[in-house]
Every structure is written in structure tokens, then in C-alpha cells.
């Protein structure tokens, strides 16, 4: 019997890789997001005090029913201190790298919830990421495979920030970074700081440490029934295993070629790669009142609210010898020129890569530096391919891509999976 269904399952595996790939399906958009804020504040300890609010509007109920819970993806399992802040949330589900919410009632079409919560998040940032000196925190909060994300908010506590990117406003103490999201796309900001500005640790490095969070972590050693979920999973791993040793015949080809370019690059022996830093300053002077209405400039806005004409008179690239005190604009941001009337200098600073060829880079070792994982320092591209990362990779971004019911337009079975809406609580 066994048998049997390991050979059913294994044909109806390759049917669906034979024929899913050229089907085409309708998707239906359920949800919209109004509005995405989270707030962020370094806490002594280099952890990160996140406060999220969204506001979730329902634009169909009939496809998946209402709105009754909301899978959010998270930086990484690695946060503690979940605390609703809206009376919009029964209780939230932790479940790693996403949170279950579940809301106080069911949304129907046309209704909008409006949901808040906050928690501490650890394991964000990496110490001598671009530069020697400096630590960086990378952030691409939770993303929508299914809806669009009409305004994203991220403020950022500014205090001891060296540098950001990309560019932003200030607003009463925060950088505020700013986006429309479309549906399946994702936004990423960084912040710098100095080495010494808070208790920055390579043990609390991203990808650092074990996560004791994980329930494998102490299942170790468990034994389970077979079932017939084993018996898929057993179907699968035996696709996997196949593709695995096709790799392994082309590996040494694949590893040949990548050497010879690797090489020729002189990205290999006796070269090593720095970053400097670009720094584009751009003066802007405005219209006092718009050339086409008369109305008054809002403050930082580059085109009237009222009619839409752009009120910018003039605008251009500087070089550090053509203004005055240089040394004030050296940081990402917009500010006022001097004393100027409606003047603004608007700065960009860019870490670029500089290769070093001739000599290998010989700097001061950091203990413990050796723990990097790749996955770590790409994932704002590999999360883009997969549903999740493993947990020890704890990515600096929302691994997951997020949805209205704990699934995303990934999942091989998303249908049933809205309708059952099981609920998996932790541990």
C-alpha cells in the first residue's frame, strides 16, 4: 500500500511540475493595505524597541470569507515582549519568523481594522558590515504577495546615526522613510552607527547564536508514527535528493568555470574590496508661493497640494567648494541652506565598493567575526525567492512574505488552507 501511494505521489508530483508552471490563474485581490507604519527605537543593549501599526481594509469577503486573522512576517525569530496595543487584537501567535494576529471579530467586505502592536527585536545588525567602525542595521519590513501597501511609514530613531539609505525626511527626531508597496514588492532601508553608540555584540550579530525558539531545537531525538504526511514528505525529499545529484555531477564544471572568472575578474587571489563613501549634494530653491495658484509652499512638499505644479525654481548639483560650511551637509537628509530663503541642500551618500588589487586586505581580526553566514548578508535577494528562511539564518528582513490567512501565493494548496484556518500555537 506504502508503495503504492509513494508511486501515485511521485507521478502526481511530476504532472504538476509538467503542467502547473504553463496554467494560469485568476487571483482574486481580497485586502488592501492603507497604511503600514513602524516605529523604531535602539535600545541600550543594540536590541530594537518596534512598534507596528496597520490599517487593513477588506475588499472582497467572498473568496476566503472575512477577515478573522492576519499572518505578518517578522525580522526573525530572535524578538521577545509581544504586546497587543489595539483592542482590534484577541491575542497574536508566535511562530518564529511570522505572528499569527488574530482580531477581535470577523471583517467583512468594506470594513477596514485598524491594529496595533509592539515587541523587541534582537539579532538586527552586523558590525563592520561596509566600513571598519561601523555597524549597520538593514530593515525591509513584511511584504504582500496579494495587496498592495498604499502608504509605508518606517520611523527611525535618529539619535547617534551616522548614515542612512536611502534617502529621507526628519521629522520631530525620526528618520521617516517613506513608500508606496505594491503587491508582491518589498522596501529596505539601512542605518549606520558608529561602533561604540550602543552595546553592539558579535554574539547578537544577524545570523548569530543558536534559536532556542525552534522546537527541533529539543526534538531532536523524538520518534513519530509514520503518516501519510511523512509518507509525502518522504516523496519529496526523494525529488530533492534527485535534484541534489544532478548538482553533484555538474558541481566540478560549474566550480571551473566560476574559478577561471573568478580570476580573470581579479576578484580572487590578491585582491580584497572596501567601500567609500559617495557623497551628492544637490541644492534646491523654491517658490515662496506656487507660480500657478499663488498658494503657500507646504514644508516638504515639491508641488503644490492644491493645483499640483511643482515648486521647485531651480535645482542643481553642488560641489563641496561651492557652498558654504560643507562640513553641515555630510549626512543623508534635506537641510535648510544658511540663511538663505527657501533654499535647501539635499544630500546622498552612497557606500561604494572599491576593489584593492596586488595585496590582500590584512586588517585587525574581531573574535567571533568568523560566524557570518551568507544567508545573512543576502537576504534582502533570497528572501525575495523563498517563502522562508531557515531559522539560523535569521535574515534582517521578513523572511516570509505575509498574507490575510497564514499562506502566501506560494503555497501549493492556498485554498484549503484559507478555509480550515488552523491555528498552530508555539512549543
Known amino acids: 500500500m506504502k508503495k503504492t501511494l509513494k508511486i501515485l505521489l511521485l507521478s502526481a508530483a511530476l504532472l504538476a511540475g509538467l503542467f502547473f508552471p504553463a496554467a494560469k490563474t ?49 525580522p526573525n525569530s530572535h524578538h521577545t515582549n509581544i504586546t497587543p496595543l489595539s483592542d482590534t487584537i484577541d491575542y497574536i501567535t508566535d511562530n518564529g519568523d511570522t505572528l499569527e494576529i488574530y482580531l477581535d471579530r470577523s471583517y467583512y467586505a468594506d470594513e477596514t481594522v485598524a491594529l496595533e502592536f509592539s515587541m523587541t527585536q534582537d539579532q538586527m545588525y552586523q558590525i563592520d558590515k561596509y566600513t571598519e567602525g561601523e555597524t549597520v542595521y538593514t530593515f525591509t519590513p513584511a511584504w504582500f504577495d496579494g495587496m498592495d501597501i498604499d502608504r509605508l511609514t518606517i520611523r527611525w530613531n535618529e539619535e547617534n546615526a551616522g548614515a542612512w539609505q536611502p534617502d529621507c525626511l526628519k521629522n520631530n527626531g525620526y528618520l521617516e522613510f517613506t513608500a508606496s508597496v505594491r503587491a508582491g514588492e518589498k522596501y529596505t532601508m539601512s542605518v549606520t552607527y558608529p561602533n561604540d553608540a550602543y552595546n553592539f555584540s558579535p554574539e547578537r550579530e544577524m545570523g548569530g547564536g543558536t534559536d532556542i525558539s525552534d522546537p527541533d531545537f529539543y526534538n531532536g531525538g523524538s520518534t513519530k508514527k509514520s503518516s501519510v504526511f511523512d509518507e509525502i514528505a518522504e516523496v519529496i525529499g526523494t525529488l530533492i535528493g534527485s535534484s541534489v545529484g544532478l548538482a553533484f555531477f555538474a558541481a566540478p564544471i560549474v566550480f571551473l568555470v566560476m574559478s577561471i572568472r573568478w580570476i580573470v575578474r581579479g576578484a580572487g587571489f590578491g585582491s580584497s574590496t572596501t567601500t567609500e563613501k559617495k557623497i551628492t549634494r544637490t541644492k534646491i530653491e523654491y517658490f515662496p508661493n506656487c507660480p500657478s495658484c499663488g498658494a503657500v509652499r507646504v514644508e ?36 535648510k541652506y544658511g540663511n538663505v530663503p527657501n533654499t535647501y541642500i539635499h544630500v546622498s551618500v552612497v557606500n561604494i565598493p572599491v576593489r584593492h588589487f596586488g595585496s590582500s586586505h590584512s586588517g585587525p581580526s574581531r573574535s567571533g567575526s568568523s560566524h557570518r553566514s551568507s544567508c545573512a548578508s543576502s537576504c534582502a535577494s533570497s528572501c525575495a525567492s523563498s517563502c522562508a528562511c531557515a531559522s539560523s539564518c535569521a535574515c534582517a528582513c521578513a523572511c516570509a512574505s505575509s498574507g490575510r490567512a497564514g499562506c502566501t501565493v506560494k503555497d501549493f494548496f492556498r485554498e484549503s488552507i484559507h478555509k480550515r484556518r488552523v491555528r498552530v500555537s508555539k512549543g
Not at 497604511?35 to 501599526?53: C, G, K, P
Not at 525654481?313 to 537628509?333: A, C, F, L, R
Request: aromatic share 10%; hydrophobic share 35%; net charge negative.
Open 26 to 74: 485568476d487571483a482574486v485581490t481580497t485586502d488592501e493595505i492603507l497604511e503600514f507604519i513602524v516605529t523604531v527605537d535602539v535600545n541600550e543593549d543594540a536590541s530594537l524597541q518596534m512598534d507596528y501599526y496597520i490599517e487593513w481594509k477588506v475588499l472582497d469577503d467572498d473568496a476566503y470569507g472575512p477577515l478573522e486573522w492576519i499572518d505578518l512576517g517578522v
Open 300 to 335: 516638504g512638499k515639491d508641488s503644490c497640494p492644491y493645483c499640483g505644479r511643482s515648486m521647485i525654481k531651480n535645482k542643481e548639483i553642488v560641489e563641496e567648494s561651492q557652498i558654504e560650511k560643507p562640513e553641515q551637509y555630510m549626512h543623508n537628509g534635506t537641510y
